[in-house]
């Protein structure tokens, strides 16, 4: 597994790349010294290209390939959220109608806490039905924060 670390306006975040394919873009609160170098890495090059352009307002999809790990379920939904479009928001409800599993909005909310390639796989645009925020790995700030990009 290969990594690095990127910083943005928006997010300073860990990517993380295993057998050419991204695994994990995980939000940190300070990227240490030692470890910012120059990327030599394919994957990760892209990764950061595109997570930057995105942080700029200049892409709206990602195209880096992607590693996804977890059960069947957190599968469907993690794939159900790559079909929600920049800018737009869906509940944990609608999320769970779409993936036929009209009960499990609460389910829905776990999935989107255990996805590891958040930004790229934009659990940010969930919210509850209320439209309240709901929960998020990067805190409520950088939540409030993409979603203030993408508006």
């Known amino acids: 597994m290969n990594s690095t670390y990127l910083k943005t306006d928006n997010f300073m975040v860990k990517i993380a790349e ?43 999809k990602f195209d880096v390939p992607l590693d996804i790990n977890g059960t069947t379920f957190q599968k469907q939904v993690w794939n159900a959220l790559l079909k929600i479009p920049y800018g737009k928001t869906i509940s944990y409800m609608e999320v769970a109608t ?3 599993r009209p009960k499990a909005a609460r389910a829905v909310g776990t999935a989107c806490g255990k996805n590891n390639i ?18 998020f790995s990067g805190g409520l700030n950088i939540k409030k924060q993409l979603l203030k990009l993408e508006d």
């Open 18 to 60: 295993d057998n050419g394919k991204i695994c994990e873009v995980k939000f940190v609160s300070k990227i240490p010294p030692s470890l910012v170098k120059n990327i030599s890495n394919k994957i990760l090059k892209q990764a950061v290209k595109e997570l930057k352009e995105y942080s700029l307002g200049k892409r709206k």
């Open 98 to 100: 779409l993936i036929a």
């Open 118 to 135: 958040p930004i790229i796989i934009p659990c940010h645009r969930v919210l509850a039905t209320n439209n309240k925020l709901g929960g």
